[in-house]
């Protein structure tokens, strides 16, 4: 199959996605609802003086973002498996990794939108200045997300077999995610200023494991789709 081909396929199936969530928004509202609640929760139960506030404020960010993502990932492929939709692409004549890139930037997508809902929100109700390194945590959001979202998904798949894949998805991921989530905290903290040098092996880490775990799901997927 040629490059183009396989582009042409990865759009026409993300497009798939895009109007199927975007036309019942099930997956978005829930994702923001939560992350929503999560922060007027912090915000009312949390008071923390000034000098801490920076130092809690990336933990309670990525794990809001990461039950969020959990909550959208737990619903990746349940509308697949409604009138066995899912076999009928398997049927396409194309790459079965296709299927999974779509999943993957679908729920990049989400993520992204709730991120850009929830994370101002954040520095507003904890009354935090913006970070003084913006490109350094946009970093962090980015390889965070990408990281947790490109694992999730596989996952995702792999629990969908299973009649209790809501409950199996979190016992999967949250172990292999803990390299991502204490590289992608500690680089947000390095964006308040707050570290003293040494993130750049955090850096390194979530390129790695990107890098790891781009390919190893591209090659695994056609598998898993026959469990």
């Known amino acids: 199959m040629s490059i183009n081909s396989y582009l042409d396929k990865l759009g026409v199936l993300l497009w798939k996605e895009i109007r199927s969530e975007f036309r019942g928004q099930e997956i978005l509202s829930s994702m923001l609802i939560f992350s929503l609640l999560v922060v007027a929760s912090f915000g009312f139960a949390v008071d923390l003086m000034d000098d801490l506030t920076g130092q809690v404020l990336p933990?309670?960010?990525w794990i809001t973002l990461t039950f969020a993502g959990i909550l959208g990932l737990n619903?990746?492929?349940?509308a697949e498996k409604q009138n066995d939709?899912?076999?009928g692409l398997i049927l396409?004549?194309?790459?079965?990794?296709v299927i999974f890139l779509a999943k993957t930037v679908m729920n990049m997508l989400l993520m992204a939108i709730?991120?850009?809902v929830t994370v101002p929100l954040f520095f507003i109700v904890f009354n935090y200045p913006a970070p003084p390194y913006p490109g350094w945590f946009f970093l962090a959001l980015v390889l965070g997300t990408y990281c947790?979202?490109?694992?999730g998904t596989f996952l995702s798949a792999l629990a969908s077999a299973s009649k209790a894949g809501e409950m199996i998805l979190p016992v999967l991921i949250i172990p292999l995610i803990i390299p991502v989530l204490l590289s992608a905290v500690m680089m947000t903290k390095d964006s308040f200023g707050l570290m003293t040098g040494g993130t750049d092996i955090y850096l390194k880490i979530l390129l790695v494991y990107g890098v790891i775990f781009t390919v190893l799901p591209l090659l695994l997927f056609d598998y898993l789709l026959e469990v």
């Open 59 to 61: 933990g309670i960010i």
């Open 75 to 78: 619903r990746s492929f349940t």
């Open 85 to 87: 939709c899912l076999s």
């Open 92 to 97: 396409c004549p194309s790459d079965r990794s």
């Open 114 to 116: 709730v991120e850009l």
């Open 148 to 151: 947790f979202m490109i694992v």
